[in-house]
Each structure stands twice: as structure tokens, then as C-alpha cells.
């Protein structure tokens, strides 16, 4: 279906930060499949591991115990401080499964309608659930109705939570993005999160992360809430964490973590022996190598140079984001800069119809990261210069 309009080029061979069209013609990936492919194209461990585990085994349901999922899972609860996880395949299912304890936990405090207070401008998936938590007309727009259950918040304004405590009993929860991606590469005040945690802990609520594009590493630390010294009931994550195999998690603690029992939910193939194994190389990667500190000091090498390459460029409204999660909003539409840069062998990303948007792998090096800003900052000058 034409659920999507992709750009006219097909690749057939990826290795690290480099993709190959069906021409040969290689591509700087600054965008690494939407914040997947942290590692990289084809990491050798990710390849081998998959290898080895679709001989040996790739599916069995969770009707069985599955040795790689429950590796998987203590990996994670020990990286994010967390004490359960449930697997699903997509950042969609982990926040549906984020929003059924959400409402379940509601219910066992016997409040009849559980609501969940949203941000604007968020983006939580495309499942009737999670895109009436999405703060985008856009993305509900013809898929009404919608979804009850959904307060909505201005971001980064800790002042309209606090109002609606005080006036929305049947609030049992708060979902966020730590950094909203899709929005645009959103970063709230240093102090919002604890806010947050804060206010949830003063009402009984969950807080509910969706670091789905933020997790595995990509701000600078494996989940972007551990910069800020607090622990969230519910995390989900996805993107990053299969660099490319189709996984989500859902992990939680305290309360949330024991809300699920056997029969409420679950998912025919989340957590194969084939994702868990390759997910579990992935983490284990990125941890090991310190790859989310990396990211950290990457970013900031970058957004250095595009503040210097770009000053005082007019079109050049604001740079902003956190690690390898970069946003650069211009003053007008952009879109047409995705297929010039392409012409140039650079593949980039416009989100929010103004904001160039860059995702590029973990593993890029300085060299590689230069490369790119020398590049992209020239296309936005380029732009700019022609209007
Ligand atoms: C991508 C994304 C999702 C949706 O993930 P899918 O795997 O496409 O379902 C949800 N939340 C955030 C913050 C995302 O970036």
C-alpha cells in the first residue's frame, strides 16, 4: 500500500556508516534507518550472531521458556535499573504495552476511567492507541475515534502537569518523550524530568518514558533519563536496540513491573530466540565499547561544528539536541534538501517540515562526523543562498 512515498534509490550492501545503491554508488548514512542501526550496517557481531542463531534456532513462542529472552531481559533491567520487560517487535507495541499498565494499574486503584496525560508534539507509533497519544493531527487525522484516555500537555511545562493534578482525578500516569524526535528534535529544560518524576510521585502516578528513539545509547548515556538522576516506573525502548532486527521492550518497575499478570497480554513471536540473541549482542556492544558516551562526545563534536560552519546564517533558526540525535531547524520548508543531498552521496532526514534532521550511527568516526558537517552545513548554505 502506499503507506509510504520513498525516495527513488534502493540499496542493496551496507557496512558501517556506508550504503551502496543497486548502482554501486556509496551514500554517507547520517540517518542509520531512523535511529536504528546504531552499530552500524551489518556490525560483524550483530551478522554473526544472526547467522548462528537462525541455525540454530529461531522461533519456538512464549508458550516456552526462551534462554536468550530472559538474558536479554536481566541485560536490560541491569543497563536501565529496571525489573521486568516484555518484548514485543516495534516501538508501537512497546508503548501499547506501556499504556495497558498504565490503565490496568488505574483500575486496581479503582479509578473507572484511568487517563494518561500526553505531550503536544509528541510521537508514541501508527496503532490506534499510540497515535492518540501521538501530538500530531497528522498522524490522527481520518482514524477517528480515537482512542480515549489521553490528556494533553504543552511540552516541557511542568506548570500545566501540576493543573491538571489538581484537577483530573483520573489521571494515572505520564508518557514523554525525554526528547521529542519525530516533533522535531525537542529538548526540554534540564529540570523537567525530575519535575515530572516529582509530580508523579506526589499523585501516585507512573511515569512513563518512551526513549524508543532516545534509548541504547544514542544521547549520550543507554537511556537518556540516567542524565538526570531519576528512575521512571515504565521505559520503553525499540529503534536502536535490534539494529535493524524488529524488537520492542516494555521494561518497568516497582508497581508497573507486577501489574501484567499471565493472560493480560502478550505477542506471538516477541522475544524470539532470533531477535533476543541479536538484541543481546547489541547491547552488550554498546555497553561494552562505551558507545553511549561516545555518542555523547560525537554530538557534541558535531553540533560544535555546525554552530561554526552555520553562524550567522540567516536561514539557520536554531541547532539543537542531545548526543547523536541532531536537529538543525531552518527557516522555511526543506524538504527538497534530502534529494539534493542525496545527488551528493549523503543521506539525511527533514522532520517537522523545517528541521534537518541527523541520526548517524554510534560508530561513526570523528573524521566521517567532519566529512558530514562539512557537507550539510554547504547544502543548507547552498539553500539559503538560493532563495
Ligand atoms: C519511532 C518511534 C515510535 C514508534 O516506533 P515503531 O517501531 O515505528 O512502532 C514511538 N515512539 C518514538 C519516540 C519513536 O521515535
Known sequence: MTTYKPLSVTFD??????LYDTDGKKYLDCISGIAVCGLGHCHPRVTQTIQDQAARLVHT???YRISHQEALGAKLAEVSGMEACFFGN??????ECAIKIARLYGHNKGIEKPAIVVADHSFHGRTLATLSATGSRKVQAGFEPLVQGFVRAPYDNLEAIRTIAENNPSVVAVMVEPV???????VPKDDYLKGLRKICD?????L???????????TGTYFHYQQHDIVPDVVTTAK????GMPIGACLAQGEAANTLKPGNHGSTYGGNPLVCATALTVVNTLVNENLPQRAGELGQRIMDGFRTALAGNKAVKQIRGKGLMMGIELNRPCAELVGQAMEQGLLINVTSDKVVRLLPALVMSDEQADSMVASVSQLIKDWAAQQ
Open 13 to 18: 550492501k551496507g557496512d558501517g556508516v556506508w
Open 61 to 63: 513462542s512464549n508458550l
Open 90 to 95: 516495534s516501538g508501537a507495541e512497546a508503548n
Open 180 to 186: 521529542q524526535g519525530e516533533g522535531g528534535i525537542h
Open 202 to 206: 506526589d499523585n501516585g502516578w507512573l
Open 208 to 218: 512513563i518514558l518512551d526513549e524508543i528513539q532516545t534509548g541504547n545509547g544514542r
Open 240 to 243: 536502536g536496540l535490534g539494529n
